[in-house]
Every structure is written in structure tokens, then in C-alpha cells.
């Protein structure tokens, strides 16, 4: 059977594929790697629910009451729009959002910038980003990107509230899936993931006490004398300062804070400080996803440098930038021409490293004006089950003046849009690709589409050109043409480089200047750039005590606070919602929410489950497979009780991401984390009572 090669994009991790097509050139299947959202992008194409024409609101918002249009009709109705709204109220006025898929997001950035506004928002206002800028502010580089690339010279991996097994390709095969004999392993993780039974110690945390784990990891660490003083003399900000909090932080209080043994801990800082290399595997969300999340990351990624861990092999290895595109946002120019972005004034560190406005803010600017008003709103793969208190966000969406989207199925605010397009699968599209690849090597590809839209589908960038064209701007979104956006983007790269991925399906490896740089200086051994470069933050070292954030108002140091909303911060409250919730552990069944219509998917998981330890479960009267109405003080959500030991009792875990059950309709929208503006999806309050 004829074959061809393209790019995967069921997640941000790109894996080559192979389509494989019949003698008619009809596609056959997807060849790939053994991944189970591989393999349901032919079901995605050819889903017989799938958006496939431009559809215009006839009914309340809501009703999902539509009908179709033409692609003209459309277009030129939401440019109308858009300016009638700038000229009402000006362009700030008009909020530009991009969720899944992410690769349309230089031309929508580009189209929010152009048209006049800032306030370019994306997903990412609560994911991923605060695990960047926590470590971008303390050590100057990222280490998350690099933290699931395994070395050999490991002898000591401290897993930190991620499972591999679920969350990073290929899955069971990923070699951080099993435990190695010659490799000592530590999980923390309120759920006993199947590498948590493996562990040689695993400390079941209450969710959100994360920071207090790791400062009691410090303590112990200083008073035992493990530190690397030689590089924390040289090297280090506020060490002293930082030691002297940590001293209260002993193993009696924080196993009262956190809900595990004192001798856990005293076993896992021991080995994780004494076994060198040490390395912390880490989640982009599980440690920020609290009213605490930045600082606690801080105190977390801050034992790879008392340790003497920091990017040497077989520790945290930092992420360097290697051959990029050219950017083609236009963010440069928000930030010399435009006024300050959403969220600037209240998350200014945040914003000083994030290119974006904070989406979890844009409820606030719709229904209160508060920071700044927002009346319209174009959006690519939008859900109101993103936002905390998802219930909020719809109504929110209701209240614009116009509302546009594009997707591949309605949901929930799609169904809130006067105007929904039809938007093209990742085998349809083009794309230019750069996967950034582990400490030093990285991957660039250009993947052409294999595939004709499926009725009037279109991909995202080419909307937002065609937009562009329609407000009077063609020659700055290159007449509408995508493969010409994504050339101009390509003009960044190494003249070698962009040549050989127009040329090949298999992309190119490039390499970051810093591997050049060591050897050029003498240093035979490609680790530890800071000899070389110093640490790329304020004071040229690490940050333990930082003067920016106490700037802008902030605990310099890695102070650790109670979740906001729990047994010890409301104690009130947790007699009526006694148990802590906590949502959003991976599965390689779904992407968030993008998978709810596979019915390959749903037969894996084919109901929303509450997982429940079996103490919990029997004074409530909760059966395994039983209904249950999983409530908190914003609602009540149905769910399927999954009666387990592997959550910690007086914990529960919810899925997220499914439209008929969203656990967001039960998360706190209030006390975001004061730094990052994250919401507190992980560690909340909740009850569950029987259906009867």
C-alpha cells in the first residue's frame, strides 16, 4: 500500500507518523508510535458529528440552534464585528484566545496584535507557563522541558507528581515507566500510581502541600551537612536567608502538614541528597496548579541546586534554545505600541516572561470590565471546561457583544458563538515545527497536508490571514496565503536547515550553540554552562531569595502557605466539604477534553470517574461503580465512584476534561496563585453523597 510520512498532533509531542492510503488514495490508518491518540486521528477526520461548514447563531445562546453559511458570509460578518466593537470601545476591547491545537498560534497572535489589541490569551494562563517562569526567575533556564530525558548515569530519581505511564509518549514504553535496580526512585503523588508501588519510598502528599515537602527536603539537607556549599557559595542568592526559613520546616511538622511519615521524608531527603546524580522528574501543572503553585515549584526545583544537581548529567539538565523560526507575532511590537496586556498590573512577573495576556482573567473583563473590559472575542479551540468555575466562564461568553470560534465539534462555548467555523484536522494543514527536544538537540520539520479538508474545513492560520486580508491589512498577513507565513517563519533558520525540511518529511536535528561555546572555552564535559555563562537571572546566580518578587510585592523566598481553600486555611467550610479534591491526572486515552467523541477512546474509559479510598466510601455508603454527586461550594457534578486504594484517604481525584461531567464546575475561580494567576484545580474541597 502507498505511504506517506507527517507529524502527529493528538498532543504537543509531534511524533512522525506514517499514513498509509488505498489504491484510490483513500487513508487506510495511521502507523505510529504505540500511542492510542495515534491512532484515532482517522476517526476525528471522519466523524460523522465533526464541524465541517461555517455556521451562524439562529437561536439563544446556548440553544445550539444553528445554520449554515459561506465562508464569505462569515469571514467578512466577524471582521465587521470585530471593528464595530474596536470602534466602540477600542481595540483592547477585543480578546483574542487560542487553546488546542497550538499551531495556528503566530497568525492569531499576529491577526490580536495587528488589529490593535494586546490581549492575545492561550491555554497555557494555566498551564505549563508558571513551571516556566518559577524556574526562568530562580535559575534562568528551564529545567521541566529536560526532566523526563533520562540518563544513564541517574542513580537517584525523585518523581514529582507526574506518571509517566499516562503522560509522556510512548507511555509504558517511556524509560522513566519502569524502575531500574541500579536506580534508587522516590514518588510523590497523592495517588499510588503504578510507579509509586515500585518506589523505594513514596510519600502520598496532601494535595497542595508540595512546598512544605520540599523545604522539609532543605532542612534536613542543611542540618545534615548534604549541601553542595561550594557551589551555593559561588553561585547562590539569599542562601542564608533561605536556610534560616527553612529551620522550621523539621520532618514532625512537615508530616503533619503534608499527611505522610517523618521517617519517609528523612528516607527520601536522605537518599535523594546523598545519591548523586539526583534527578527530579517533573509535571508542567501538578505543582502549580494551587493558590500556592509558584512558590512551592520554587522550593522544589531550588534541591537540584542545594544539591549540586543542576545541569550536570544524570541531574536536572537545563533547556537551551536551539535553530528557531523567525517570530512572527508581532509581539515586539505590543510590547513598544500597545497598551499593557490583561493581567499585567496583577501578575506582572508573570507577564514579564509569559508573551501573553492571562486568560483565567477574561471572565473577570467580560462580566465585571475589571481589569479591563473585554466586548469581543475570536477564539480557536475554546472550552469553558478549561476555567475554574466553568459555569462563570459560560456565562461570560454569553455576555459578549459577538463571539467567534473555530473547531472540530461543538462544545460548550461553542455553543455560546454567533459564529462557529469548521477548522482543519493537523493532516489537513500544514505546519512548521519545532519540537524543542531535549538539553542540547532539538528537531525542526515542515509538515505539508496529506489530506483535503473534509467539506468546507479550513486550517486556523489560514482564518486568521484571511481575516487579516479582510480588515484591511493583506500585506501584513502575506494575502491570506499560510505556506507563505509559515516561509517568512522559516527564514529564521539555518539556510541548510530550512532547506532540508521543505526537502524531507523527517525534519532535521539541530543543536544549541551552547555545546560550541563549552568546547571553544575548554570545558570537555557539555554540562554545567554556568561556568561558562553564569545564571541568566537578575543577580547572575540562583535565586533563593528574589528581588523582583519582592518588587512586585511578594516573598522574595520560597515561603510556603496552606491551599486557600482547605481543612487547615477554612476549617469551616471543610465540615461541610470534608474531603480534598484534586483533578487532572493524565491518561494516554485523552488530551484534556479533545477526545470525547472517539468512541475507540471511550471503550478504554467509558465513564467519568471519582477515585475514593475505600475508608471514605463506606461512611458515605458509596459502592464501586455506583453514581455519586461529587459537590463543592460552587455545584454538584454526577460521576461514577471508583472505590480505590491508590488515592490517599480524605482525598478524591476527579477526571477533567469531559463536557457531561466537568470537574471545573466545582474548582475554585477566586484565589488564583497571586504570582502566576493560576487557579487551584488541584487542591480544593468537596463532598460526595450517593445517587439514590
Request: hydrophobic residues 40%; glycine residues 8%; negative net charge.
Amino acid at each position: 500500500m502507498p505511504s506517506a510520512q507527517t507529524t502527529c498532533y493528538e498532543c504537543d509531542a509531534n511524533c512522525p507518523i506514517e499514513l498509509e492510503f488505498d489504491t484510490a488514495g483513500e487513508p487506510l490508518k495511521v502507523r505510529g508510535p504505540d500511542c492510542p491518540r495515534c491512532y484515532v486521528q482517522l476517526e476525528r477526520r471522519d466523524h460523522p458529528e465533526r464541524l465541517l461548514h461555517p455556521l451562524r447563531r439562529v437561536g439563544p445562546r446556548g440553544s445550539g440552534r444553528f445554520e449554515q453559511i459561506g465562508w464569505d458570509e462569515a469571514l467578512d460578518t466577524i471582521a465587521a464585528e470585530l471593528t464595530r466593537a474596536r470602534e466602540r470601545h477600542g481595540a483592547p476591547a477585543v480578546g483574542f484566545f487560542a487553546g488546542y491545537t497550538k499551531e495556528a498560534r503566530p497568525q492569531l497572535q499576529r491577526l490580536a496584535h495587528s488589529f490593535g489589541s494586546p490581549n492575545y490569551m492561550t491555554e497555557s494562563g494555566c498551564c505549563f507557563s508558571a513551571t516556566m517562569v518559577a524556574e526562568k526567575l530562580t535559575l534562568g533556564y528551564k529545567i521541566k522541558t529536560t526532566s523526563t530525558v533520562v540518563s544513564p548515569k541517574t542513580r537517584c530519581h525523585l518523581i514529582w507528581s507526574t506518571n509517566p505511564r499516562g503522560s509522556i509518549p510512548p507511555f509504558d514504553q517511556h524509560p522513566l515507566a519502569s524502575p531500574r535496580p541500579e536506580r534508587a526512585l522516590i514518588v510523590v503523588d497523592p495517588r499510588r500510581t503504578p510507579l509509586a508501588e515500585c518506589a523505594d519510598v513514596h510519600l502520598q502528599i496532601r494535595p497542595g502541600t508540595d512546598g512544605a515537602l520540599a523545604l522539609g527536603f532543605h532542612h534536613l539537607i542543611f542540618a545534615n551537612g548534604w549541601q553542595d556549599q561550594v557551589f551555593l557559595d559561588q553561585w547562590g542568592q539569599g542562601v542564608e536567608a533561605f536556610r534560616d526559613y527553612v529551620r522550621d520546616f523539621d520532618p514532625r511538622r512537615v508530616a503533619a502538614i503534608c499527611g505522610v511519615a517523618a521517617a519517609d521524608i528523612e528516607r527520601a531527603a536522605e537518599c535523594y541528597a546523598t545519591t548523586a546524580p539526583a534527578q527530579i522528574t517533573l509535571s508542567p501543572t501538578a505543582t502549580v496548579q494551587h493558590s500556592n503553585g509558584f512558590q512551592n515549584h520554587r522550593a522544589l526545583i531550588l534541591l537540584g541546586a542545594v544539591t549540586g544537581n543542576l545541569d550536570r548529567e544524570g541531574g536536572n539538565r537545563f533547556f537551551n534554545d536551539k535553530a528557531l523560526p523567525r517570530p512572527i507575532e508581532r509581539f515586539d511590537h505590543c510590547l513598544a505600541a500597545l497598551p499593557p496586556r490583561v493581567g499585567s498590573k496583577r501578575f506582572p512577573i508573570w507577564t514579564r516572561y509569559w508573551p501573553a495576556a492571562q486568560s483565567m482573567l477574561l471572565p473577570d473583563c467580560i462580566l465585571e470590565g475589571d481589569p479591563q473590559p473585554i466586548r469581543a472575542l475570536l477564539a480557536m479551540g475554546i472550552n469553558t471546561a478549561m476555567w475554574p468555575n466553568s459555569a462563570r466562564m459560560e456565562r461570560a461568553l454569553g455576555a459578549l457583544d459577538f463571539f467567534a470560534a473555530s473547531d472540530f465539534f461543538h462544545n460548550p462555548a461553542t455553543r455560546q458563538a454567533d459564529i462557529v467555523l469548521p477548522a482543519a484536522t493537523n493532516l489537513e494543514r500544514p505546519a512548521l515545527i519545532a519540537y524543542p527536544g531535549c538539553a542540547y538537540q532539538g528537531e525542526v520539520r515542515y509538515r505539508r497536508a496529506l489530506l483535503t479538508p473534509r467539506g468546507e474545513a479550513r486550517a486556523d492560520g489560514e482564518i486568521f490571514l484571511q481575516l487579516g486580508v479582510r480588515l484591511g491589512m493583506g500585506a501584513l498577513f502575506w494575502d491570506g496565503d499560510l505556506e507563505a507565513s509559515w516561509a517568512e517563519a522559516a527564514e529564521g533558520l539555518p539556510e541548510a536547515v530550512r532547506e532540508a525540511i521543505y526537502a524531507s518529511p523527517d525534519g532535521v536535528t539541530v543543536y544549541a550553540d551552547a555545546i560550541d561555546d563549552l568546547v571553544d572555552h575548554g570545558f570537555m564535559d557539555a554540562d554545567r554552562l554556568y561556568r561558562l555563562r553564569g545564571f541568566p537571572t537578575d543577580s547572575g546566580k540562583v535565586e533563593f531569595d528574589s528581588d523582583a518578587l519582592r518588587a512586585a510585592g511578594h516573598d522574595g523566598l520560597p515561603v510556603y502557605r496552606e491551599p486557600a481553600e482547605g481543612p487547615v486555611s477554612t476549617p469551616a467550610l471543610a465540615r461541610r466539604f470534608p474531603l480534598v479534591l484534586t483533578s487532572g491526572a493524565r491518561s494516554k486515552f485523552d488530551t484534556h477534553s479533545q477526545h470525547q467523541h472517539s468512541a475507540r477512546m471511550r471503550r478504554a474509559i467509558p465513564r467519568p470517574l471519582v477515585e475514593i479510598h475505600p475508608e471514605d466510601a463506606m461512611v458515605r455508603g458509596i459502592d464501586d461503580g455506583d453514581a455519586v454527586m461529587v459537590g463543592s461550594p460552587r455545584g454538584e457534578v454526577r460521576f461514577y465512584a471508583q472505590v480505590t486504594e491508590r488515592i490517599k484517604p480524605g482525598v478524591v481525584h476527579c477526571v477533567h476534561g469531559w463536557n457531561e461531567a466537568n470537574v471545573n464546575l466545582l474548582t475554585d475561580d477566586v484565589h488564583l496563585d497571586p504570582i502566576s494567576g493560576f487557579p487551584p484545580f488541584k487542591s480544593g474541597l468537596c463532598e460526595i453523597r450517593p445517587i439514590d
